[in-house]
């Protein structure tokens, strides 16, 4: 996989502690939970209110070196994302915002996703696949977006 070769040596939890976000007994609780849970380390922060979701964000930017964005002002172009299935996008959070002669630039919400991922660089072919990061809340929105202008171009 593309995206996880450029994985930075820094774990999620050292990233948070080095900017300060958590402390090392914040850490060690939330390893004792994922452990018991199984659960992302984020999603353990996020849940303890110990981060906010920008915060899990910049540093999941960090840790996979993708660039973290928000989507709000962004042009959106719906022509290329009905090149890609409606499942990989609404279900899988994987929509592709750009495109040039050489790559795809795809919106994420979760970089270990590797099946989204995959699906990702299948559809786009040739092409080089670029990964930015955006939050939850940017992913809804820009799908509500694209569902209104597919509703529309359909009447």
Not at 51 to 74: A, M, R
Not at 85 to 97: G, N, R, T
Not at 102 to 129: C, H, M, Q, Y
Request: glycine share 4%.
């Amino acid at each position: 996989m593309v995206l996880l070769m450029f994985r930075n040596q820094k774990k999620l939890g050292e990233i948070l502690m080095a900017k300060g976000l958590i402390t090392g007994e914040q850490l060690k609780s939330a390893l004792d939970e994922q452990r018991k849970t199984n659960e992302f380390l984020g999603t353990i922060f996020l849940k303890k209110n110990q981060i906010k979701e920008k915060d899990l964000l910049e540093g999941l930017s960090e840790q996979f070196n993708i660039p973290y964005v928000n989507l709000k002002y962004k042009y959106i172009d719906c022509q290329l994302a009905k090149q890609f299935s409606l499942a990989l996008i609404s279900d899988y959070k994987c929509f592709p915002i750009t495109k040039d002669d050489w790559s795809i630039t795809v919106a994420i919400t979760n970089p270990l996703d590797v099946w989204a991922l995959k699906k990702a660089e299948e559809r786009a072919g040739d092409l080089k696949l670029k990964f930015v990061l955006v939050s939850e809340e940017d992913m809804k929105e820009v799908i509500q977006r694209y569902q209104q202008y597919i509703w529309h171009s359909i009447l």
